[in-house]
T-cell receptor, first 114, second 117 residues
Framework: DTGVSQNPRHKITKRGQNVTFRCDPISEHNRLYWYRQTLGQGPEFLTYFQNEAQLEKSRLLSDRFSAERPKGSFSTLEIQRTEQGDSAMYLC????????????FGPGTRLTVL | AQKVTQAQTEISVVEKEDVTLDCVYE???????LFWYKQPPSGELVFLIR????DEQNEISGRYSWNFQKSTSSFNFTITASQVVDSAVYFCALSEAQAGNNRKLIWGLGTSLAVNP
């Protein structure tokens, strides 16, 4: 399967714990996006990578959030000291540079903070 | 500022009915892209269509059709002869071409479509 994959699919954690999610984009895609989606809402942009460079971060992304894409392939999103308000679906998407913005999404990681 | 409005929160139809999902957008750019995505109960967003601001030609793909009206800033989506498998949340999204290399998508709140047998 050559789609975008995300792990884990579900994560339940206690408030104050750190969590890390992984995204593996489609192999030839050099653009990678993280979004967050809460119930009844559309996805909200969090951050964007072009290859290994993180080129934009949303103001939604507090200093407890950090994302990396060390070799321009997979990406990780870490949340430190989780809060109940962090509970959401975290979506990863990738797109190739040469197409007009079409983004392909992974299945998401659903985070529940107790 | 960019904004996408999907005024219909929920729609319920009976199988084989036609249904139109509305999308209205706001942008100051002259070049932009519009999208529709489908999110079935499984949760994964599925790309349906992309349209750029210079192409107002309507498009039909099987039972799906899209009506882009630049004059009213609308990009509506019609499903003809709806089926139960069409039940999902449908999102309209906007991306501005002048945002540099970041083509982040600005999303509407989605329309939840229930097609009943």
């Amino acid at each position: 399967d050559t789609g975008v994959s995300q792990n884990p699919r579900h994560k339940i954690t206690k408030r104050g714990q750190n969590v890390t999610f992984r995204c593996d984009p489609i192999s030839e895609h050099n653009r990678l996006y993280w979004y967050r989606q809460t119930l009844g809402q559309g996805p909200e942009f969090l951050t964007y990578f072009q290859n290994e460079a993180q080129l934009e971060k949303s103001r939604l992304l507090s200093d407890r959030f950090s994302a990396e894409r060390p070799k321009g392939s997979f990406s990780t999103l870490e949340i430190q000291r989780t809060e109940q308000g962090d509970s959401a679906m975290y979506l990863c998407a990738s797109s190739p540079q040469e197409t007009l913005n079409e983004q392909f999404f992974g299945p998401g990681t659903r985070l529940t903070v107790l | 500022a960019q904004k996408v409005t999907q005024a219909q929160t929920e729609i319920s139809v009976v199988e084989k009915e036609d249904v139109t999902l509305d999308c209205v957008y706001e942008t100051r750019d002259t070049t932009y892209y519009l999208f529709w995505y489908k999110q079935p109960p499984s949760g994964e967003l599925v790309f349906l269509i992309r349209r750029n601001s210079f192409d107002e030609q309507n498009e039909i793909s099987g039972r799906y059709s899209w009506n882009f009206q630049k004059s009213t800033s609308s990009f509506n989506f019609t499903i003809t002869a709806s089926q139960v498998v069409d039940s999902a949340v449908y999102f309209c999204a906007l991306s501005e071409a002048q945002a540099g290399n970041n083509r982040k998508l600005i999303w509407g709140l989605g329309t939840s479509l229930a097609v009943n047998p």
